[in-house]
């Protein structure tokens, strides 16, 4: 019975670029650095991902109650 | 009296194909291939599901607490 | 004093045509067949229903948070 | 010090008629015949009210995360 | 150190008129006859405010987290 | 490591103008007279705040998880 | 495993400049002088910004719960 799914999912995840959809849609992609149980990211080269663009942010903690879904790129 | 009765349903459509509504009304459908108790949801083959046609997203964690209901497909 | 009113209630439907209003409105009519103490249900034979007609989903799973009222058909 | 507020005041409107604003503003009237600690109530001859009419629904389990405010009539 | 402020300051309005702001920015005004740790507000003689007239609503117990702010009038 | 962060800050700006900016947008001015660890507020001599002027409000306790920041003004 | 990420991140931000998107999407900028576990950020110097100049503020305590990422400018 899967216990602790997202930590293990995010092992996986850990130092490869994901893409997190937010609440509200938007779309950031970056490379995993970190993540904690409450899906608390830490991700680098991160960027808002758009239709046919990208706009650059950094490093960033994003707050996992704002994460609506993770997926390897 | 159902108990964990979250966990029965999710085991019985374990490796199969799921449609989840999300909260703002979008539709997922992927092969479920892992959960936990607060309804995160592992899904590979996952794509947006549309009125008419589909967009594939691959695999994707999804935050349990995005989800109003799950149904097997 | 009522205790646990959510468990004896849905019990007395079990296996009844329940009608589910959820958050942001819409409403969904289904056999219940579980449901836990979060008011997670489990529905077969669901359908939204709309004014004038209705639309097959099959069996689902309700997250209990997304519920706004219950009541038997 | 109040304590129980909650409670002393449902079990006082209990099998009485009383009016509930829900989340969103609609107003639902039934009589009480039970609730519990979260504000879950449960409600006979219940019905949707409005300006000037009224649409009946029946027995109905509202969940209290839902409720705004309650009143007797 | 301020400890159960809140509990203090409704003790002091207790039995005398409060304007109450709730989520979605309505207004009720109502004599407080109780309250719980959890703001659940018991009011007599409540009545919605608006800008130039008001409403009125008889005994009301209103949930504590649709609360935005309450003032002594 | 900042432990009771909140109450550190609260403190130092009691019975000092603060400005409160609330969920929604709102602004509300006020001289802080209380607080407790939820970031419940107690504010005399409080007001609305907008563009050019400002609605007086008196005394009000605001719920904190309506608060979004609060700044010494 | 990463455990207590949100705190090891922000340690590293101490004294230093960042960008918080807050939820409905507005941005702060300031000197991350505090931080809880909760995400409770304390800022100095913040100001709101916008796609062609910024609005100062000063002192803030910024709630967690608001807080969408936070990134290192």
Known sequence: MPIDLTIRLLKRSLNKPVI????GGRLIRGIL???DEHLNLLLKDAEWVYKEDSDPIGSILLRGDNVVLISPT
């Open 20 to 23: 997190v959809k937010i609440k």
């Open 33 to 35: 650095v970190g993540y």
